[in-house]
């Protein structure tokens, strides 16, 4: 009697720590959406009723819709380039054996642990230098060789379930080896490639310190946003953040939808191993 | 069949990928150094090579505003030496070493929820929602976390309308943790459900039939297998808040300053790019370190046994 009251606790304990964590987790994002609606100048309790003023402000401020569409073009390039490559170097790692395979693989993988300060203001120094900084494509390529990483990552689980006997069946039938990569491997990609598209155009949507590093002039929706934070309070804000906060959910979920990543029903599903 | 129809149906084939030609992916290299080439390339030029000079800038002057080739020790030896730096770089560590702490001890325990006792529905369910902040607007994030907390903000807000003062909530090292678990625990907890989820459940039963109760099923059968994954959680939490700039930033106004704080002033006032170097590159020795010592703590046990073999 006593253990199945306290394995109750427990229980009881247990859930409650993990709603209180998604509690915690959820706020940031609720907090965004529902004061980009009120009507007051402050973000603060009580609520000022509903109004659409702070959405209709940015989408008549002349730079916030030139930062969006500039995060637009940014996010579009890094989203297919990104899965390109991330595609190459995964389908590298899966077919072929050579020499410094560990750190070409590591090449890719590692940018995104390098905190974005130090990252940023080396590819400042260095690009300035062979005069790219302050261009639209350079901020896109910087994204791109974060993104790879991710995209790799992604392919490179998918191929874990592809056959490895597949393309060489496919050889013996006459095809050359770009031609089973094309209407074999490619196909059989399909999901990964487009939740790596998704999830490559998010890591470009979100970043900020590296875009306003390089970016110059060129700025993109984060790093108006992160301009707009160290200014006055400005309830245009949370307007633009509940925008990028849905658009950059729904291209998660849109990767995810993809991925079908699942706890426990992958053979090795530690990602760190 | 003759060699030319061969040929003729190769290259029916072939019409639609003009480029890189038939002959050219015929050959057994041609085809890797394609695919190669454009990602080392890539990574090359917008990644490493970055890197590299950045090394190579903490040996150079600032002569009149301007950058200037040189061999010099002295950005060295100013910064390491400077109490600013020492004092920062001491409060990073502390700090990135609390989140670190913090974000084990509250994201195991959601974890094993998650991963034990929900249904393969709900931990699904659980895993995306725990994946979107993940990639999604962290700044924004702290943002609100700002609005939240801050002087006029909502929690202050209510806590007025039950008569407690405004509390300072905004400004101090408890607001600057909220906004560095904001960042860690999702991965954290990520990184632990996918490994409790691989454990091997054959495991967990043999030592319940075998009459080991919950605590020492955990304490003898879950902590050593996920020994790696734990100390993959603990680097990757300490990487992120030790090298983050916007919780530093919003939540306590950069004071203390942290070292990415201290890199973004150094570039800002001034020319200063080689200090601004030198502390970028120290930090990521200290990143470099921290992993090595992850990896140690990882094959620990497992060393050991080999060894006792």
């Known amino acids: ?273 | 069949m003759t060699a030319a129809s061969v040929t003729t149906r190769a290259s029916a084939r072939w019409r639609w990928f003009r480029m890189p030609g038939p002959r050219l992916a015929g050959s057994p290299k041609v085809l890797p150094a394609v695919l190669g080439l454009p990602v080392l390339l890539w990574q090359a030029v917008f990644f490493a090579a970055p890197l590299v000079f950045l090394v190579i800038v903490t040996f150079w002057q600032v002569k009149a505003f301007r950058l200037e080739p040189a061999f010099v020790l002295d950005n060295w030896t100013r910064i390491l030496f400077s109490t600013t730096f020492q004092r920062a770089l001491v409060h990073t560590i502390a700090v990135a070493g609390t989140t670190t702490v913090l974000a084990l001890l509250i994201a195991f325990p959601a974890a094993y929820t998650i991963a034990f006792r929900l249904n393969a529905r709900a931990r699904d369910l659980a895993v995306a929602f725990l994946i979107v902040p993940v990639f999604s607007s962290y700044m924004l994030r702290i943002y609100a976390w700002q609005i939240v907390l801050s002087p006029e903000g909502i929690i202050n807000a209510l806590a007025g309308a039950v008569g407690i003062g405004p509390l300072p909530l905004l400004g101090g090292a408890v607001s600057l943790q909220v906004g560095l678990l904001t960042l860690t625990l999702p991965i954290a907890m990520l990184i632990l459900v996918f490994a409790m989820a691989g454990i091997d459940r054959t495991l967990i039963e043999a030592a319940e039939n075998l009459g080991c109760r919950r605590a020492r099923v955990i304490a003898h059968v879950i902590l050593p297998s996920l020994r790696p994954a734990i100390a993959l959680t603990a680097t990757t939490s300490f990487l992120l808040a030790f090298g983050d700039y916007i919780s530093p930033l919003f939540m306590t106004g950069s004071k203390p300053p942290t070292l990415s704080i201290l890199i973004v002033d150094t570039v800002k006032s001034g020319s200063q790019w080689p200090r601004a170097s030198v502390i970028g590159v120290s930090m990521l020795v200290m990143l470099a370190l921290v992993l090595g010592l992850g990896q140690w703590l990882a094959r620990g046990r497992a060393a050991r046994k080999e060894a006792a073999r």
């Open chain 1, 1 to 273: 009697m006593n253990r199945t009251l306290a394995t109750r606790l427990s229980r009881l304990a247990q859930y409650g720590l993990l709603g209180a964590l998604f509690v915690f987790l959820a706020t940031p994002m609720l907090v965004i959406v529902v004061f980009s609606f009120d009507a007051n100048r402050f973000p603060t309790i009580p609520w000022g009723g509903f109004s659409l003023e702070w959405h209709r402000a940015i989408l008549a401020d002349p730079m916030i819709r030139d930062a969006f569409l500039n995060s637009v073009l940014v996010g579009l390039g890094t989203a297919v380039l990104a899965t390109a490559l991330g595609f190459a170097a995964a389908y590298l790692d899966f077919r072929y054996r050579f020499r410094l395979k560990l750190p070409f693989i590591l090449l890719v993988a590692v940018p995104p642990a390098v905190p974005a300060t130090i990252l940023g203001m080396a590819m400042l120094a260095f690009l300035s230098r062979i005069g790219l900084f302050g261009r639209l494509e350079t901020v896109m390529a910087c994204h791109v060789a974060i993104a790879t990483s991710f995209a790799m990552a992604i392919i490179r689980l998918r191929l874990n379930d592809l056959s490895r006997d597949l393309e060489p069946a496919a050889w013996n039938l006459g095809a050359s080896p770009l031609s089973a990569l094309i209407h074999v491997v490619l196909p059989f990609c399909r999901p990964a490639l487009i939740a790596s598209f998704f999830l490559s155009a998010a890591v470009s949507f979100d970043e900020f310190l590296i875009a306003w590093f390089v970016g110059g002039v060129h700025e993109t929706l984060p790093v108006r946003i992160l301009n707009l934070l160290q200014g006055q309070v400005n309830p245009k804000i949370n307007a633009i953040g509940a925008v990028v906060l849905v658009i950059s959910v729904a291209l998660v979920l849109l990767a995810q939808r993809f991925t079908g990543v699942r706890a426990g029903r992958r053979p090795n599903p530690d990602p760190g191993e």
